[in-house]
């Protein structure tokens, strides 16, 4: 199946791609992503380490919170890691390029899972 949207992670956080269903923190998006376009988009996900092989997925919710609002319930399934240690993996992800403190949930459901 062709993808509308490639993600590469840096590699297979808390080995969450071989999930049937997967959680990802980033940060916001900038515009509304209505829900039937959710249920027509297919996402492949590709890790830059080749830690995992290619896989693809529907994006079926997300839900958009601040920075401060991170706990270790999110961020544990999402990365492996407590939300301090999310936080500063973040800040050194991003750099200081963009602002890092509107942040989504998205969770996905494997094709042909």
């Known amino acids: 199946m062709?993808?509308?949207?490639?993600?590469?992670l840096p590699?297979?956080?808390?080995?969450?791609?071989a999930c049937p269903i997967m959680q990802h923190i980033d940060l916001e998006p900038w515009d509304v992503i209505p829900e039937s376009s959710m249920e027509k988009s297919v996402i492949e996900f590709r890790t830059a380490d080749g830690s995992y092989p290619p896989t693809q997925w529907?994006?079926?919710?997300?839900?958009?919170?601040?920075?401060?609002?991170?706990?270790?319930?999110?961020?544990y399934p999402s990365h492996g890691m407590d939300s301090a240690d999310f936080y500063q993996w973040l800040v050194k992800m991003y750099a200081g390029?963009?602002?890092i403190s509107k942040?989504?949930?998205f969770f996905y459901k494997k094709i042909d899972a």
Not at 11 to 17: E, P
């Open 2 to 8: 062709q993808a509308d949207k490639i993600i590469t």
């Open 11 to 17: 590699t297979n956080l808390n080995n969450k791609l």
């Open 58 to 75: 529907k994006l079926f919710d997300l839900l958009r919170l601040g920075s401060n609002q991170l706990a270790g319930a999110l961020t």
């Open 97 to 99: 390029k963009k602002d």
């Open 103 to 105: 942040l989504a949930i």
